[in-house]
């Protein structure tokens, strides 16, 4: 049994951006073609449709004309949050959020920012310079 009848293309289109996520791109898709989000998503979920399945990255691909792999990458991928190089999440991998090493002590460093020096608290000289 061959079904494999995809959804043709949307009117509009819009560029997905890198690191948005699949709802975002979804959200953003339906208000360029003037449609419900509930609705494009639902329209998106492989048959049967149900209220609760989860969009098809093929029928996805296939409204906004591009390659399903291709679109996942990007929407999927992270963005380093240390220096800002998108990185491409490999599937199912952990969710990290810098690119190298030094990005994630980077990273780290600024989460849990050392306890300020002694000698960058002293009021007192400035104050006698006055
Ligand atoms: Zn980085």
Not at 37 to 53: A, E, F, M, Q
Not at 58 to 69: I, N, T
Not at 106 to 129: D, H, I, L, S, V
């Amino acid at each position: 049994m061959t079904m494999s009848h995809l959804p043709s293309r949307l009117p509009r289109q819009i560029r997905p951006v890198a690191g948005e996520g699949l709802t975002s791109f979804i959200e953003r898709l339906a208000t360029a073609n003037h449609i419900k989000t509930s609705y494009l998503r639902r329209y998106l979920v492989d048959p049967p449709w149900s209220w609760n399945g989860s969009p098809s990255w093929e029928r996805l691909a296939a409204v906004v004309g591009r390659e399903p792999s291709s679109l996942k990458k990007i929407l999927l991928s992270r963005q380093c949050v240390a220096c800002g190089v998108v990185t491409f999440q490999p599937v199912g991998g952990s969710p990290r959020q810098t690119c190298s090493q030094a990005c994630r002590q980077e990273a780290y460093r600024r989460r849990n920012p050392k306890p300020q020096k002694e000698e960058n608290t002293q009021p007192a000289q400035a104050a006698a310079r006055s």
